[in-house]
């Protein structure tokens, strides 16, 4: 099913050649089809011969096997030009039994979390489990493990290993490079594994929010062609300006599409392409995947043809991905027979000319198989409730004050009671206990805050999915239930838990990397809903936040503004570690 | 001047990114320009800042050098997607000075012609000679040498020497495959050459005219990618439904952009790009070249970006040149400054960040030395008079009859006078003999020919370039003036040259494989003009056809009717070989 179009020999060429000629039967024609070539923006009705994994030609041919699209639209198949496979908290395997069946045959996957965690293994990890779906998963090394130097990783990809690595096949760049401060101001290392990717002629991705003028230039002129973290019109159109590709980005927490399609154009769309960062499995459900991106795209009055070939043969080019994003002779025969050109529901689906997915489901078994290379993650110093004590030197402090619907925090100056010398819960005020345990190499690190807003009463809640470094981050308004949380998490090898009144209600395990589950999708989802109506109605989390994410993006320091890692309490304005008291 | 973005080191890449954060000056600000973006779709005012041949971006810079763009409109550095350089009967050197100033900056060159005299070393000499003009020439290798099997060339490349060739990084991959119906046909030797480029992920370049349906499908699958040689809307379409590019043709015997660009739209155009295929230096200087491509697009009411993108980044993006084809930070600074988009007069030209050229005048020297290795062709078997004496069994002979300002012939049935068993010319009709004499390795081969039409009269006109093999090509209405102009392209090494009554009036001398000159663009053009001149005026040729070109194209035995090789003449539609006498 993995077949490129790599090595090529004269009789397998022959074969092709003498199948397009007519000469001799395809392996599969899909008759009754509308088919759209979002060049020509032209709709015709005709057959699609596939022969040997290739489309060789539209037209009347011979088939083995013929079947009926049913006038359903053919399209290429969809490209989602930059995913966090791991946001799904599934495998690439159940990951491909996911978005295969909505039409998506290829993504350029950055696997920025589970190397946060594992490293080289990690990447090896979702190479092969790919390797057992048909989805054509393509990877960028991430280019900022650890996201930060304020945190504490699992591992550590440095210049070094990027050189080691980028050469690969499989590899078509350098992931986004995130620290866009450190290319504009020539950070050795970082400027060193871009050249790695220069030199071996390597896509490298950017990451630019808020970036202009001369800053924009700078982080441009490095080598970086892309960025998927455009939030208004006015950065799309900076960036187009600078020769960039702009990957329009339709997540489950940054929802960015609508708002930026004001910037594109005919002229310009070609240069975008769509993609979906990071998107939660009950989001893909509920949803699609890049489906839902021409969706929205369509609706918002994007000419057709313009969405479908940002969807498919923009993000082909800009990924130099060989003959993929066309339905035309000489192309991987790469199909989605959609049932029209509004909701971009998918009837049937086929890759390398398999048909992979009929009516919403996957016609390939999910195997899913776990590694021990990346499972047992885990490795904490014993916690004691006695490491759960924050003491205080005085009643004024710094509360991380949950916004709502948003992944950005406020810095609150909070009066708050203390017994003993150390932080009480108090029932006045819903101020709560929340900690960041480092848990790869048991340092024992323990980074300590308070949260305001999240809610959570007689029980705790704990993940080991923290961006970006996936230490334990837990939450309660009593110790007991904060440690058991912390053990449960332990025991299962990552996971997210629930804990009321000393017991585990419900745990997610995700014993890869304790940010992905083995099972498929659509139980994670399942399991997913029913621990988020468990966490709001019997732990009280406020209604206004997710009780998981929030937790998830309070560890990740470079989003405002105030956050908190292993090493304690972070201001992302002043960039710097803060103490919890409050200076006069 | 030709440093291109291949080994980056850390030290260079912080220099860049210093200059574009504005932290260091940049060697150069083009300030006052009217910025022109194909994709964006905008001109906007302001200054293009270069430094080490990068644009590192349009803003505020300084610049330790500064020029006035006076207002200008600066497009990015025009690319030729498809040209034999050899049609412009000079070096690569000559042909940079002549086409830079001009607005061109980069061609995609297929040393076809040269290849057909000396093989490798033409293909090198063609790349050693670009190295000493700032214009970029890429190379594709000649996949058609000979160009058919009816020829003699001088040289053979079989696909082992392509296999050998084909990885160089100068090269960007298989030239013209015209030879569809090998194609097609699964020709063995043709589709190892094809499987080269393949597996070394190049380019092969298309040759496709009146292919459709399965044919042209079958074309397709076997890698082609482009093909230039549309002469219909319709063909157009065709190929861009085919997911190939198409290279629209403005040339000098090849006349099609204004009726193709009926096909062409803003939505399919990103897969057009602009070519000059063969032109000759009269009409470079009397018209231009991309610059004219641009000029009639725009006339013919094509949308000025999708015209400047097709004569910029879409052939970059069609034949992967890195960073190139954009006025944006981080692509390379090949940049025009029209004085409008409408005629597209150049006002200055830089390549690399250097001024090249200024008011129509190439700023760099030219050097144009003649290599060894290329010149002394003409190596023939002495030619006698007895030679040129045409033996008929019969009066009813197979004619050539030349057809008006085309480079088709007619085969014509006529009655002609026999002397001694021989033609011999009548003065009732304009029936003149016509010899090609293959001048490689001394065969004596002699094709015979009779052509009608030509109108010579007391003299011969021979020349060494014929298409495709580039054997001598001879007319005249006697034998001793005929021998004579044998003789002075012997003795130039070949060339053109015109014989009047017994004596050489002129000659140009193409040392470089009898096919290109020694000196520039203008001397050669202007002494073409003369010549030129002189055949119709003192040489009678008829004023409806091409002195030159017409007897150029008479040896190339793939363009209907009748043509003439050193084995005879040659029947296009038959495709055989056939005798001068009728049968009945």
């Known amino acids: 099913m993995k077949a490129y179009h790599i090595c090529m020999n004269v009789r397998k060429l022959k074969k092709i050649i003498e199948v397009a000629g007519g000469k001799s039967p395809a392996d599969l024609v899909i008759r009754n089809c509308r088919i759209v ?3 020509s923006q032209t709709v015709s009705e005709g057959s699609i011969g596939v022969y040997d994994g290739f489309i060789i030609g539209i037209g009347d041919y011979e088939g083995k096997r ?14 989602d030009s930059h995913v966090h496979i791991e946001s799904s908290m599934c495998t690439p395997e159940a990951y491909g039994s996911l978005v295969v069946p909505m039409g998506t045959t290829c993504v350029i996957a950055d696997p920025h979390e589970i190397c946060n965690v594992r490293g080289v293994s990690g990447l090896r990890f979702m190479m092969n489990s790919s390797e057992r779906t048909p989805l054509k998963v393509k990877f ?41 401060t450190g290319v504009i101001n020539c950070n050795e290392e970082v400027l060193e594994k871009i050249t790695s990717a220069i030199n071996k002629s390597k896509i490298i991705d950017g990451h630019g929010p808020m970036l202009k003028g001369k800053s924009l230039n700078a982080y441009r ?50 240069r975008c392409a769509m993609c979906s960062d990071d998107k939660h499995p009950e989001d893909i ?66 890759i390398n000319g398999e048909p992979v997915a009929k009516d919403g489901k996957a016609l390939f078994p999910l195997v899913n198989r776990v590694d021990k290379a990346v499972t047992h993650s885990v490795n904490i110093k014993p916690v004691t409730s006695s490491d759960l004590k924050i003491p ?38 819903d101020i709560k206990k929340l900690f960041v345990i480092e848990r790869h190499n048991a ?97 009280n989390v406020s209604t206004d936040v997710d009780p998981f994410m929030t937790l998830s993006f309070l560890a990740l320091p470079v989003i405002p503004s105030l956050k908190v890692t292993p090493r304690g309490l972070f201001d992302v304005d002043k960039f710097d570690f803060v103490p919890m008291e409050w200076e006069e």
Chains 1, 2 share one sequence.
């Open 140 to 180: 960028m090394i991430p280019s900022c493990v650890p996201a930060t130097e304020f945190e504490d990783s699992g591992a550590v990809l440095d210049s070094e290993k990027i050189e080691e690595l980028i050469g690969e096949p499989k590899i078509l760049g350098l992931g986004e490079m995130m620290n866009s």
């Open 37 to 39: 070539d979002p060049i």
């Open 392 to 429: 205080l030197k005085k009643d004024m402090v710094r509360v991380i004050g949950l916004d709502k619907y948003s992944l950005n925090t406020v810095l609150q100056k909070r009066k708050v009671k203390i017994v003993q010398g150390c932080f009480e819960v108090s029932p006045e005020a």
């Open 285 to 350: 459900i509920a949803n699609g995947h890049i489906n839902h991106n021409l969706k929205i795209a369509v609706r918002e009055g994007v000419n057709v043809f313009s969405a479908i070939a940002m969807a498919t043969i923009n993000a082909a080019e800009c990924y130099k991905l060989k003959n993929t994003g066309l339905i035309a002779p000489g192309y991987m025969a790469d199909i989605v027979l959609f049932k029209d050109l509004k909701d971009f529901e998918a009837k049937m689906v086929f």
């Open 221 to 270: 002129v490095s080598g970086v062609l892309t960025d998927h973290e455009c939030s208004t019109p006015e950065e799309v159109r900076d960036r187009l300006k600078r020769g960039m590709y702009v990957l329009l980005r339709e997540g489950s927490a940054a929802r960015n599409l609508a708002n930026l399609l004001e910037a594109v154009n005919d002229g310009n769309s070609r």
């Open 443 to 539: 340092t024992g690190k323990i980074g300590k805050a308070l949260i305001e807003n999240y809610g959570i009463r007689n029980g705790a809640i704990g993940t080991t999915i923290a961006h970006d470094s996936h230490n334990i981050i837990v939450s309660g308004d009593n110790d007991r239930d904060i440690l058991a949380a912390i053990r449960e998490l332990e025991n299962a090898g990552g996971g997210i838990t629930l804990v009321k009144d000393g017991t585990v209600i419900e745990t997610l395990s995700l014993p890869i990397g304790g940010i992905m589950s083995d099972m498929d999708a659509f139980s994670v989802s399942k399991k997913m809903e029913r621990m988020k109506k468990t966490a709001h109605e019997e732990l």
């Open 66 to 79: 013929v079947v009926d699209g049913e006038g359903c639209f053919a399209v290429a198949g969809l490209i």
